[in-house]
């Protein structure tokens, strides 16, 4: 007997209804960014590992899947280096490309590559899976759509302001309650530097980063564990666990970073966004400052965001920052960036658990026309010509099977007209419309039919 297929895990398989959900998640951040003015590029599934390794900080690299050489992937291996089994030195040697972790990298990799082609700023968004080995579990898959938004070359933190407006639009479309959490990097190096442990910006960042998660006593033991002192995690303490007004937590927190000039030009930058996204009408969602909000991916050195959902359980549903010099790894240094990244599939998840798709976003016939017969048929053809022309989605059942058996086909689709044309029907030059949803039904012209649905 063969074996049953199955799928990796940490992936999905997506019929036809979860497709119109995707869809309508993918086209309404499309629309929203082509509002903004941003332009839409495509890159590789598969990247060089030269381009991919050392991007995403030693936790990401790991993440990263890895695609064998072509061919006898073991032609540069010794016995003695298999013998060893070393993982990570074994790969280097077997293999040269992987499949894309997220879509900023191969978004710097293209401006680098493609630079003398581009009007700076240049504002682009691509929507497009990416891949990582991760641990899947609820909320985290290992094949997962992003939708991102980026500007290079544009050092103004009015692209901030705009993406969080961008940010806000989209979830306002939807219908989903968020809060918008953002912080700045310099800050938390100001942090770093006042509490005397400059070096330890990143294992500090990458510690509080999970506060939400492990919470307050896990996050000091893993300071403890990272080599800081008690008296640096003590002064520690009072800065993780800020809480007021937007307003109120940057007064306190320039109060504390006096000393240190990056820290202050951080809270300048805060205080510019915040200070236009609070004008009334601006956004509808709350922003919030979360001095906890660290990101861990490395190159990240200006304002950070993230957002939640405020009525499903859920992890980041949107992140992003300023990177100031992405694109010096790629050779071309000095040139600034800024984005945000939709997370998709977790976006497709609160929906669903929200049941706040729209009827016609699922729905994908409109109008099935029920099949008499040949005559019966050849009569329907231009009708449907005609319905299709003018936009409906519009469908003819292939066989002359029994009514039932049509109209169930139809309820399983979900399919809310029904076009019906016997005898009486082409006599008239008319046709017999059915709402499947009350039951009543009319025999009308066709103009009056396309009307009658689109309305």
């Not at 990458?206 to 998660?213: F, P």
């Not at 520690?236 to 307003?247: A, H, R, W």
Request: with cysteine; net charge negative; hydrophobic share 40%.
């Amino acid at each position: 007997m063969a074996q049953k297929p199955s799928i990796p895990k940490g992936t999905r398989d997506f019929g036809p209804i979860e497709m119109a959900k995707r869809n309508y998640i993918f086209n309404t951040i499309r629309e929203v960014y082509a509002l903004y003015g941003f332009q839409q590029i495509e890159t590789p599934a598969m990247e060089t590992l030269q381009t991919l390794m050392g991007k995403y900080g030693e936790e990401g690299d790991k993440l990263l899947f890895k695609v064998l050489n072509s061919g006898d992937c073991l032609a540069k291996v010794s016995d003695e280096e298999l013998q060893e089994r070393n993982t990570l030195h074994l790969a280097s040697k077997m293999c040269e490309k992987g499949l894309r972790y997220d879509l900023t990298v191969p978004f710097a990799r293209y401006v680098v590559m493609h630079r003398e082609e581009l009007q700076l700023p240049f504002k682009r968004y691509q929507i497009q899976p990416v891949w990582r080995a991760d641990r899947p579990q609820k909320g985290r898959y290992r094949e997962f759509y992003q939708c991102d938004a980026d500007v290079v070359g544009s050092d103004s933190l009015l692209n901030e302001v705009e993406l969080m407006q961008i940010v806000d639009t989209v979830f306002s479309r939807f219908g989903i309650r968020v809060q918008i959490k953002i912080n700045n990097r310099k800050i938390l190096s100001g942090i770093a530097e006042v509490i005397g442990a400059a070096d330890k910006i990143v294992d500090i960042t990458v510690a509080i980063d999970k506060l939400d998660k492990i919470g307050i006593d896990n996050v000091n033991a893993e300071l403890r564990e990272n080599g800081l002192t008690e008296e640096q995690i003590e002064k520690l303490q009072p800065i993780i666990m800020l809480n007021g007004t937007n307003d109120e937590k940057l007064q306190t927190i320039a109060q504390v970073l006096a000393s240190s000039e990056t820290g202050l030009k951080g809270v300048e930058e805060l205080r510019f966004i915040l200070g236009v996204l609070s004008t009334p009408g601006t956004l509808k969602n709350e922003i919030q400052l979360d001095l906890t909000l660290a990101r861990g991916l490395n190159y990240y050195t200006g304002a950070i965001f993230e957002v939640k959902a405020l009525d499903v359980q859920i992890g980041s549903i949107t992140g992003g920052g300023r990177y100031d010099n992405l694109t010096g790894i790629f050779g071309m240094p000095g040139l600034s960036g800024v984005g945000i990244s939709f997370g998709a599939d977790r976006i497709y998840d609160v929906l669903n658990q929200l049941d706040l798709y729209p009827q016609d976003s699922v729905t994908t016939t409109q109008l099935l026309f029920i099949n008499f017969g040949e005559k019966e048929t050849a009569y329907c053809m231009p009708i449907i010509r005609q319905v299709r022309d003018n936009g409906i989605r519009a469908e003819i059942y292939p066989d002359a099977a029994k009514m039932k058996k049509q109209m169930s086909y139809a309820n399983a689709k979900q399919i809310p007209f029904v076009a019906l044309a016997g005898e009486n029907e082409i006599q008239a030059g008319q046709i017999t419309l059915k709402n499947m949803e009350t039951g009543e039904q009319q025999m009308i012209t066709t103009n009056e039919l396309i009307q009658t649905i689109k309305s």
